[in-house]
């Protein structure tokens, strides 16, 4: 079964606020079978434009990262982010 992806591009606008974002969502996340492969650090451009920041969190499944987004705890927290930044949210399922 394919893996699931939360892939997240961010621009903060508020990196004080945002901090508590970061605090509140990690253990949520982890906790629903969650595992941070990109979060922050390098990133280069290539072609096109972009936020400043990358995030990629993979699940055991498409179901699970849905279900993970979805989760009232989760959505309580990224209304933190919704307000301290700028972002695209994407679910998408791995390679088979």
Do not use: C, W
Request: aromatic share 10%; no cysteine; hydrophobic share 40%.
């Amino acid at each position: 079964m394919p893996k699931g992806y939360i892939i997240a591009h961010i621009t903060v606008n508020d990196p004080a606020a945002y901090q508590e974002y970061i605090d509140r969502d990690t253990p949520i996340l982890k906790g629903l079978g969650g595992t941070f492969v990109v979060r922050g650090g390098q990133a280069e451009v290539v072609e096109g434009s972009s936020f400043e920041r990358h995030v990629v969190i993979e699940f055991p499944s498409y179901a699970a990262a849905q279900a993970a987004y979805n989760d009232p705890a989760y959505q309580e927290v990224a209304d933190i982010r919704r307000r301290t930044a700028d972002s695209t949210i994407i679910l998408a399922e791995g390679a088979a």
